[in-house]
């Protein structure tokens, strides 16, 4: 059965270093596009931090852009979140998702169909 399972959370001081994971089983092959999203505590929307198409081709939000990289193991079915430089603003639950159709992990949360259960990221000072 396809599912997406994030590993990976916990507390780190600002400016280490974390790698999410989400285990991918049936979401790695070329029909699906993945994406990472998180969601800040009190807010209720889940902003899109990065994707990656069936191809490889990926994009990043501007405030991950150069500190985040996302990462596909199809052979491990695993997406991967590496996060460099971590600042307090980056606390978050942290979710990947899936889509069949790539468009949609470019996009907003409400246009991607296959979610995990959420991994906490915790930063401090």
């Known amino acids: 059965q396809a599912q997406l399972v994030e590993s990976g959370g916990g507390s780190v001081q600002a400016g280490e270093s974390l790698t999410l994971s989400c285990a991918a089983s049936?979401?790695?092959?070329?029909?699906?596009?993945l994406a990472w999203f998180r969601q800040i505590p009190g807010i209720s929307v889940r902003e899109n931090l990065a994707?990656?198409?069936?191809?490889?081709?990926?994009t990043y939000a501007e405030s991950v852009k150069g500190r985040f990289s996302i990462l596909k193991d199809t052979d491990k079915e695993t997406l991967y979140l590496q996060m460099n430089n971590l600042q307090l603003e980056d606390t978050a639950m942290y979710y990947c998702?899936?889509?069949?159709?790539?468009?949609?992990?470019?996009?907003?949360?409400?246009?991607?169909?296959?979610w995990g259960q959420g991994t906490r990221v915790t930063v401090s000072s």
């Open positions: 998702a899936a889509d069949w159709r790539p468009g949609n992990c470019r996009g907003g949360a409400g246009l991607v169909g296959h």
């Open positions: 049936g979401f790695t092959s070329r029909r699906y596009c």
């Open positions: 994707s990656i198409d069936g191809d490889g081709r990926t």
